[in-house]
Antibody, heavy 113, light 107 residues
């Protein structure tokens, strides 16, 4: 089982970012995928999750209206798009599968003018 | 949302010490509790799932216990490579929540 994420992103305030998470080693549609972020020196914060089978999503309230999670089952890849970026969105974003599986390696999103 | 309260936030210990970290949930989460270890610059690594099940490849000096609202992670004999930050996480709800973390430092 492996989750491989896209690379570092540098964005300006107000922009959007889309991070990908490519899954391998298991049936992509069988397990929910979650996104968790970690600001510099801070703890872990859940952003939301997607059911890759149905496409259904659940988001943390603080991100409602700014986050969109999608998936491409043909590519076994999940995506997280965060819009209207602010400086305090600067963080490492991880994807993680339900169940006992390693997390993605993380994607640094840096937001700065 | 389910709140997870972890304590202590940090501790200093010596190699060979027995270390205990606790986590309390704001409601009954049965055994849907996981423990992670995180080292600087790395993704969290699963140690314990379902409150007390040891993840494959993880040293048996790590153990977990508890159910309902109160949980414990124990390191039986602290090794140098165990100095890291530890997080509890509930998976009872799809809306995951994490404890604030416990940083284990060298005394």
């Amino acid at each position: 089982v492996q989750l491989v994420q896209s690379g570092t992103e540098v964005k300006k305030p107000g922009a959007s970012v889309k991070v990908s998470c490519k899954a391998s080693g298991y049936t992509f549609t069988a397990y929910y995928l979650h996104w968790v972020r970690q600001a510099p020196g801070q703890g872990l914060e859940w952003v939301g999750c997607i059911n890759p089978n149905s496409g259904g999503t659940e988001y943390a309230q603080k991100f409602q209206g700014r986050v969109t999670m999608t998936r491409d089952t043909s590519m076994s890849t999940a995506y997280m798009e965060l819009s209207r970026l602010k400086s305090d969105d600067t963080a490492v974003y991880y994807c993680a599968r339900d169940g006992e599986a390693p997390w993605g390696q993380g994607t640094l999103v840096s937001v700065s003018s | 949302d389910i709140q997870m309260t972890q304590s202590p936030s940090s501790l200093s210990a010596s190699v060979g010490d027995r270390v205990t970290i606790t986590c309390r949930a704001s409601q009954n989460i049965r055994i849907y509790l996981n423990w992670y270890q995180q080292k600087p610059g790395k993704a969290p690594n699963l140690l314990i799932f379902a409150a007390s099940s040891l993840q494959s490849g993880v040293s048996s000096r790590f153990s977990g216990s508890g159910s309902g609202t109160d949980f414990t992670l124990t390191i039986s004999s602290l090794q140098r490579e165990d100095f890291a930050t530890y997080y509890c996480q509930q998976s009872y709800s799809n809306l995951w929540t994490f404890g604030q973390g416990t940083k284990v430092e060298i005394k």
